[in-house]
């Protein structure tokens, strides 16, 4: 499938990457291995996302909650993280992808803080597509956080309404997603994008992420194609 297709095609896909570790573990690999073996599949699986006309592709690659795992693993997360923001974003930049980061950056370390920002600057002229990486995010601190905004503001509680909460998301700008695709074989949206996934199309996938192919995006696709959307009509 190619951006000319006929075929409907989602505006907005979310990957939940899932499966680093167990891959590293069914390879006999350190855990570090997996997550590398993950981020260069991530790069092959949303340049040919966007190559197909997806406009925007956000990737949940850390979580709130994946402080709890062992330091060496966050550690190693972090590297690949800075790796991203810097060395890659010249790709990014090459291809005209515009790199937004969603979450909360105040636990993360001031290098990766200034890289994120110079990250986003630098792609912001990007007119091809969006790359929407979640990181440290969770979906109800988001919404959460939006209401605090709101709030905030002293209006009047009547003026708390769904489209006031969208506009005080990370990255506002961001759409709601279309298709949401989970790799592993694990059925949950794990804090994932919640209010942007309230009609989102959901396909679970028993593959573990540093397996997924460029073949894989055009059979998401298709699958997304052959689903009927009513949106509770």
């Known amino acids: 499938m190619t951006a000319m297709s006929s075929e409907p095609i989602p505006t907005h896909v979310g990957y939940i990457v899932d499966g680093n570790r167990r891959w590293a573990k069914a390879h006999s ?36 909650e994946n402080w709890q795992r062992a330091e060496a693993e966050v550690s190693g997360i972090m590297k690949l993280a800075m790796r991203l923001f810097t060395v890659d974003v010249k790709e990014l930049v090459e291809q005209d992808v515009r790199l937004l980061v969603l ?4 636990d993360l370390s001031s290098a990766i803080q200034r890289a994120i920002e110079k990250a986003e600057a630098k792609t912001a002229g990007g007119t091809r597509g969006t790359i929407a990486i979640c990181f440290n995010y969770g979906g109800q601190q988001e919404i959460a956080q939006a209401v605090q905004r709101l709030v905030a ?20 700008e961001v759409p709601p997603v279309d298709l949401i695709v989970r790799s592993s074989g694990e059925q949950r949206l794990s804090n994932f994008m919640l209010w942007r996934s309230s009609y ?21 696709l298709k699958e997304y194609a052959r689903r009927k959307r009513r949106f509770g009509g």
């Open 29 to 64: 690999l350190p855990t570090y291995e997996g997550h590398l073996a993950g981020y260069n599949t991530v790069k092959e699986i949303v340049r040919e996302t966007i190559e197909c006309g997806v406009k925007f592709v956000t990737l949940y690659s850390f979580s709130t």
């Open 103 to 106: 979450g909360e950056r105040a």
């Open 153 to 172: 503001e002293g209006g009047p509680t009547a003026a708390i309404t769904p489209e006031a909460i969208s506009r005080h998301l990370y990255h506002p």
């Open 200 to 220: 989102s199309e959901l396909l679970f996938l028993e593959k573990l992420w540093p397996d997924m192919t460029k073949g894989d995006v055009a059979a998401i």
